[in-house]
């Protein structure tokens, strides 16, 4: 079992930024490929970001791209989605989740594994 614990959201004006970590434990980090997922009020959860075991591969939704970035430190157990620019629209509950194998996925369902998630408002 694979236990996931986000946090760093909060409420934010537009322009601004903010940094979500999520520490993984129960399983060694470094065979998880990682993601960020996220819901607004009243639309599906869908998909913000992955990162390969490594670190060394990565992709952003193109709602997002250019501005948030993720990474992974395996030393210390954690991923971090950097959010720039943030927008009205970026208005959502955070997932941390977690897969095993190789797959580089971008559905929420083929995630083994996700967090209780953390709450990020951008408004003026």
């Known amino acids: 079992q694979v236990q996931l614990v986000e946090s760093g959201g909060g409420l934010v004006e537009p322009g601004d930024s903010l940094k979500l970590s999520c520490a993984a434990s129960?399983?060694?980090?470094?065979?998880?490929?990682m993601a960020w997922f996220r819901q607004a009020p009243g639309k599906e959860r869908e998909f913000v970001s992955y990162?390969?075991?490594?670190?060394?591969?990565?992709d952003h939704a193109d709602s997002v791209k250019g501005r948030f970035t993720i990474s992974r430190d395996n030393a210390k157990n954690t991923v971090d989605l950097q959010m720039n620019n943030l927008k009205p629209e970026d208005t959502a509950v955070y997932y941390c989740?977690?897969?095993?194998?190789?797959?580089?996925?971008?559905?929420?369902?083929?995630?083994?594994?996700r967090g209780q998630g953390t709450e990020v408002t951008v408004s003026a």
């Open positions: 989740a977690a897969r095993t194998g190789h797959l580089l996925a971008t559905s929420w369902d083929d995630y083994n594994y």
């Open positions: 990162i390969g075991k490594s670190g060394a591969t990565t």
């Open positions: 129960g399983r060694s980090f470094s065979t998880l490929i």
